[in-house]
């Protein structure tokens, strides 16, 4: 078993690091502020080839695969959380989930544009009342003519008012729970289609959230992923494959703490000499340097069996359960760590802590998680 990476890989990583640090961290608070989608430094992801990692050339991309994925994200989110959410949803919900699961003529319309960065996808699944329980989703589809009619709305979806390209989740009979759901794709334009933005978030405030609508929006037939009544599977097995990037972005987020909070340590003085000094600090850093160790073994495992072609639907759903769980451990240590100032937006650290806390909820709750890896404990054990 690997634990190093091999130089291609540190190249990437270093260099995305390298590029976060320079173009995305000096921003980051002012574009937290303005709550405003970050259409330059999505340009400029673009330019580096960011917006197509991990799907081949073919389409656009620039090859890889899930790790290199996960190892985007994590040093993005360790500059500026928010963008990574920009990113990861354009591209591994959207563009890698069309990439695996559409057929190949929605593959070459659809996956290139994104993974250049000329359009921005998005994944609308969740409902007011359809997150957890996503065979609840009350959507509707139904088939005409040549193409279907949708009618309803989704609500939390990450870029949502920006985006060009939607997969979208309907059910055609509601009585049939998850097997009566099919999934679409959807282009901005189509009429009966809209998007209102959704403001006032707690956390990842310059990536975009909005709500979607649907009033008897008329989408062709080509645009049906998949067969009919296949939807639930697919939008499963795209979060599946997104699960460890997610983790990724939490390891991001708890890596940036821990960042700050070695700078913090070392300037801030009590009694006389650095806090750093202290023995009591010290455990805490120990602690969550260990925390991130283990998240971050969790998370390339994860993404790794993936790119093996192994089983990995535990190993992804342990990653992000872990992973997310020690962001909000690891930041809130470290804003502890800086006492009174950290409670003000004049540190990093309070925008962290603030953005550390989704990473719990999305793409499947924390409780979920623990559903999901318990399930396959079980099954192993017959």
Known sequence: MEFTLNEEQQILKRTVHDFAVKELEPGARERDAREEFPWEEFRRLSELGLTGVGIPTEY??????????????????????????????????????????????QKRKYVPPITKGKHVGAFGLTESNAGSDAGALTTSVVKKNNGYILNGSKIFITNGDVADTVIVLATADR????????????????????????????????SST???????????????????????????????????????QALGIA???????????KRRKAFGQAIADFE?????????????????????RAA??????????????????????????????????????????????ERFFRDAKVTEIYEGT??????????HVLAEAN
């Open 60 to 105: 656009g991309g620039s090859e890889g695969g899930l790790l290199n994925t996960a190892m985007v994200i994590e040093e993005i989110a360790r500059s500026d959380p928010s963008m990574s959410l920009v990113l990861l949803a354009s591209l591994s919900l959207t563009g890698v989930g069309i990439y695996k699961f559409g057929n190949e003529a």
């Open 175 to 206: 009585a049939l729970r998850t097997k009566g759901i099919s999934a679409f794709i959807v282009e901005k334009g189509t009429p009966g289609y809209s998007a209102k933005k959704q403001h006032e978030k707690m956390g990842m405030r310059a």
């Open 210 to 248: 909005a709500e979607l609508f649907f009033e008897d929006c008329k989408v062709p037939k080509e645009n049906l992923m998949g067969e009919e009544g296949q939807g639930f599977k697919i939008a499963m097995q795209i979060l599946d494959n997104s699960r460890p990037i997610i983790g990724a």
């Open 255 to 265: 890596q940036g703490c821990l960042d700050i909070a070695l700078q913090q340590v």
């Open 280 to 300: 009591g600090v010290q455990w805490m850093l120990a602690d969550m340097a260990t925390q991130i160790d283990a998240s971050r073994l969790l998370v390339y």
């Open 304 to 349: 790794s069996f993936r790119d093996q072609g192994l089983p990995f639907g535990k190993e992804a759903s342990m990653a992000k359960l872990f992973a997310s769980e020690t962001a909000m451990k690891v930041a809130s240590a470290a804003l502890q760590l800086h006492g009174g100032y950290g409670y003000f937006k004049e540190t990093p650290i």
């Open 366 to 375: 924390s409780q979920i998680q623990r559903l999901v890896i318990a399930r």
